[in-house]
């Protein structure tokens, strides 16, 4: 029985210590320059001047412990406020924000292709997101009830980034939210969701690829052929 114990007890302490060893894993984002902190205010700023950049490309991919989440690839091409959606290959949706135009590929019916081509004079876009891509758990203070840590800097690919935690004041701060943000830019370039007390972690890859997309790849879709919705 004595020996039956002791082998129960190494296995339970090498368990406790792989569980240990994953946990400290999933948290650690490499050893950070902490010399020039940022306060939130200075953080959203930075992030406002990201929602104005020009010309980027981006194709968020989401992983976990047991590998990649699959829900199909959508790639964003962004410039001089035209917004291209591709979904799979196929073009999804195309947004002029000069002009308010905005056009959705519906798909095939009975044989016909069909297309919604609307106006957005009345449409407000969420004041807090890079053209999709949320960032308001860091700018709506009020509203999502969040702490907000400024955790250090780092280069990433040649880049200065820093990097943030926002997480709600009324639970545990390792249940938490971390946001890259590329500092030259504003640009967010991943983000990272903590839950189940920080033990189950969601990596969202952004991919941004900046200066990249040209006219062509912001082309308004040709109708010809579409029956058109109003």
Known sequence: MKKVLKVLGIILAILIVLVAIYYVVIHFDGFLNKDNPMTREEVVELLEKGKEYPNYYYSSEDSWIFGDIDDGKTEI?????????????????????????????????????????????????????????????????ETFNTDFKYLGEKQIDGRDTIIVKV?????????????????????????????????????????????????EDVARPDLEGYEILS
Do not use: P
Request: a negative charge; charged letters at 30%.
């Open 77 to 141: 091409y962004i410039k001089d406020n035209v917004v291209r959606v591709v979904v799979d290959g196929e073009v999804h949706s195309w947004t002029d924000y000069n002009n308010n135009e905005n056009i959705i590929i519906v798909g095939e019916h009975d044989g016909k292709n069909y297309a919604g081509v609307s106006n957005l004079d009345n449409f407000e876009e969420n004041d807090e997101s890079q053209r999709g891509f949320d960032y308001s758990l860091i700018a709506d203070e």
């Open 167 to 215: 997480w709600n004041k009324d639970w545990v701060s390792i249940d938490s939210t971390k946001f890259y943000i590329d500092k030259e830019t504003g640009l967010i370039m991943r983000r990272i969701d903590y839950s189940a007390l920080g033990f189950i972690k969601i990596d969202c890859n952004r991919n941004v690829k900046m200066d990249v997309v040209t006219d």
